[in-house]
């Protein structure tokens, strides 16, 4: 039988929000007091277990640093990235989809020349990708920029590996006047996300894999557009249906072509045998208030 404080606390709770407070913070404060109170008394959290999520939460921030976010990837791990991306980007009427940024975005990537190499002096299997970044109405724009980011060819990024002499295979470039971009770079590998921390262990005790798809990660913007942040996965990969993250996207799986022509190859600057991949970033015109949290978002990131 609950006593009279089980049921009433969350009324109590609430009712302790000031009247005065921003409408959002106040909806959002109700919502979350509710929902928080109903997991627990749904699964009558024992003082143990309650003691044992202080300390995963505890532990979780504790292993964040700047180039570490186990908060990111515990919202991906859990869904709540995905279910975030859905919620803002319903429809996207033949525009780029969108995917997580997942925890290993860095400001500062250095800038490349269109046709530059992103993954000069790593190893791994050479690989040209080009493409347009165009409007929704499919006109080409010029100056677009795309920031780039991947792993390496074991699946390890460069804020993982220990002095990697500053950013690695990240790379800034901007589209020529018809919108097109052009790089080299290596074969992204599907790879773990991080499970040396408490996530790791939550996922071990999911019985879950950490397995990512391969991919590049994209953020495309221009000016009057919304950015878009997202990948381009690698058709095949055994991977694409149990992302560890829930980010695939049909519209985002491209075929990465083996190529074995030498000739082929030096054309573009590479050897054989090499994988060749090419794909068109369509952008929405932004809304007002939405280039205002655009803007603010990359000020305060
Ligand atoms: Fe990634």
Not at 3 to 27: C, N
Request: one cysteine or more.
């Amino acid at each position: 039988m609950p006593s009279e404080l089980e049921t009433t606390l969350t009324d109590a709770v609430i009712a302790r929000l000031s009247p005065d407070a921003d409408p959002r913070f106040r909806q959002i404060m109700q919502s979350l007091i509710r929902h928080l109170h109903g997991f627990v008394r749904e699964v009558e959290l024992t003082e143990e277990e309650w003691f044992e999520a202080i300390k995963f939460l505890t532990a979780t921030g504790q292993k964040c640093d700047d180039k570490r976010q186990e908060f990111i990837l515990m919202s991906d791990v859990l869904g709540v990235s995905m279910l975030v991306d859905a919620i803002n980007h319903r429809s996207s009427e033949g525009t780029t989809e969108t995917t997580v940024l997942g925890p290993f975005f860095v400001h500062g990537a250095p800038e490349i020349e269109n046709g530059g190499d992103m993954a000069a002096g790593w190893d791994g299997e050479p690989t040209y990708v080009s493409g347009r970044v165009l409007s929704a109405a499919g006109k080409p724009l010029a100056g677009a920029l795309l920031d780039l980011w991947q792993s390496n060819s074991e699946g390890s990024y460069d804020v993982q590996l220990a002095d990697t002499g500053g950013r690695q295979l990240r790379a800034k470039l901007r589209t020529d006047a018809e919108g097109r971009f052009r790089l080299r770079t290596i074969l992204p590998t599907s790879y773990p996300v991080p499970t040396d921390g408490p996530m790791g262990l939550v996922l071990e005790r999911m019985g879950r894999h950490p397995m990512r798809p391969a991919h590049l990660h994209f953020m495309v913007s221009a000016p009057g557009y919304e950015t878009v942040v997202t990948h381009l996965f690698v058709k095949g990969d055994p991977y694409l249906e149990s992302d560890v993250v829930f980010g695939v996207k049909d519209s985002l799986i491209v075929d990465f072509k083996r190529n074995e022509s030498q000739a082929e190859a030096q054309k573009l600057g590479l050897k054989a045998p090499f994988y060749r991949a090419s794909y068109d970033f369509v952008l929405r015109p932004a809304g007002k208030a939405k280039q205002k949290a655009a803007h603010a978002a990359s000020d305060a990131a």
